[in-house]
């Protein structure tokens, strides 16, 4: 069973409005959660990440929001510019249990729009 | 800059052939991986390695195997090529600071016939 879901495969957004990727988890022992963002041809290339005591961490143009009770997190792109075309793929790490793999997503497909 | 380095970005074989993916860094790294990419299914684990001639099975073993004979090296061995091991093959390496941010090679495109 998916531990990680990305619901929506691909996403097209106008340059200039706002990107809103979501994922969804259901392992209660995730605490620590990833963005990377992968072009083709490449390997993903991290981008943010939050650790599960916070609900909000910023970088530049991207922010990623946690809902812990809802098992919820999403990246925010403000605003979107045609280079941010590329899969996102959210991960989930459980810090407490040790030297673990990220758990993955399928990755939702973002096209950024001129 | 850190860099993971996978030896073949495309190759192409043919059923039946013993193929070996390559994958350095150069980071001091304890913690290597080897994922495959295909459309729709993300990305899924094969195995890793947390220590040189040590190896877990990922989520995906099945066909696959490991070998880990320095640190800076993650070999990803296919015994027998299939076809539905057509995909994109991608290593990533990790220091544990409490949470495995990866860093990942460029890929690997590997085509059998």
């Known amino acids: 069973d998916q531990q990680v879901k990305q619901n929506s495969p691909s996403l097209s957004v106008q340059e200039g409005r706002i990107s809103i990727l979501n994922c969804d988890y259901t392992n209660s022992m995730f605490d620590y959660f990833l963005w990377y963002k992968k072009y083709p041809a490449e390997g993903p290339t991290f981008l943010i990440s939050?650790?599960?005591?916070?609900d909000k961490n910023e970088d530049g143009r991207f922010t990623v929001f946690l809902n812990k009770s809802a098992k919820h997190l999403s990246l925010h792109i403000v605003p979107s510019q045609p280079g941010d075309s590329a899969v996102y793929f959210c991960a989930a790490s459980a810090i407490k249990t040790g030297n673990t793999p990220l758990v993955f997503g399928k990755g939702t497909r973002l096209s950024v729009i001129a | 800059d850190v860099k993971v380095t996978q030896s073949s970005r495309y190759l192409v074989k043919r059923t039946g052939e013993k193929v070996f993916l390559e994958c350095v860094q150069d980071?001091?790294?304890?913690?290597m991986f080897w994922y495959r990419q295909d459309p729709g299914l993300g990305l899924r684990l094969i195995y890793f390695s947390y220590d040189v001639k040590m190896k877990e099975k990922g989520d995906i073993p099945e066909g696959y195997s490991v070998s880990r004979e320095k640190k800076e090296r993650f070999s990803l061995i296919l015994e027998s090529a299939s076809t539905n091991q057509t995909s994109m093959y991608l290593c990533a390496s990790s220091i544990y600071t409490g949470a495995n941010v990866l860093t990942f090679g460029a890929g690997s495109r590997l085509t059998v016939l």
């Open positions: 980071m001091d790294h304890e913690n």
């Open positions: 939050i650790s599960s005591i916070k």
